[in-house]
């Protein structure tokens, strides 16, 4: 599985962007899409997820501001980041949740830096 992310980049308190994630190759048995972020001298947290059955898990200080979507014909999944704020500034990471024969494989993308800085 090979996942390209983009859409990061240099944006000013208050304002949006909008992440993209590309997944390829074995992705037959995708279960969930989503993001998680890492921050520095932080631990990795969730940003989103959204399962194929539509349920999605965001995390609290996002909540209101930020949207996961998918394209499931593209087998893309998007997050929408509104009122950006200073401390949302982290590497943002695609995740990507097969199902294989009962097991859980996570693939991670290669991360994208979010700067929130006036």
């Known amino acids: 599985v090979q996942l390209q992310a983009s859409g990061g980049g240099l944006v000013q308190p208050g304002g949006s962007l909008r992440l993209s994630c590309a997944a390829s190759g074995s992705i037959d048995d995708i279960r969930a899409m989503g993001w998680y972020r890492q921050a520095p001298d932080k631990q990795r947290e969730l940003v989103a997820t959204?399962?194929?059955?539509?349920?999605?898990n965001v995390g609290d200080s996002v909540k209101g501001r930020f949207t996961v979507s998918r394209d499931n014909a593209k087998n893309t999944v998007y997050l929408q980041m509104n009122s950006l704020k200073p401390e949302d500034t982290a590497v943002y990471y695609c995740?990507?949740?097969?199902?294989?024969?009962?097991?859980?494989?996570?693939?991670w993308g290669q991360g994208t830096q979010v700067t929130v800085s006036s």
């Open positions: 995740n990507v949740v097969l199902i294989t024969r009962g097991v859980r494989y996570d693939y």
């Open positions: 959204l399962t194929n059955g539509g349920r999605t």
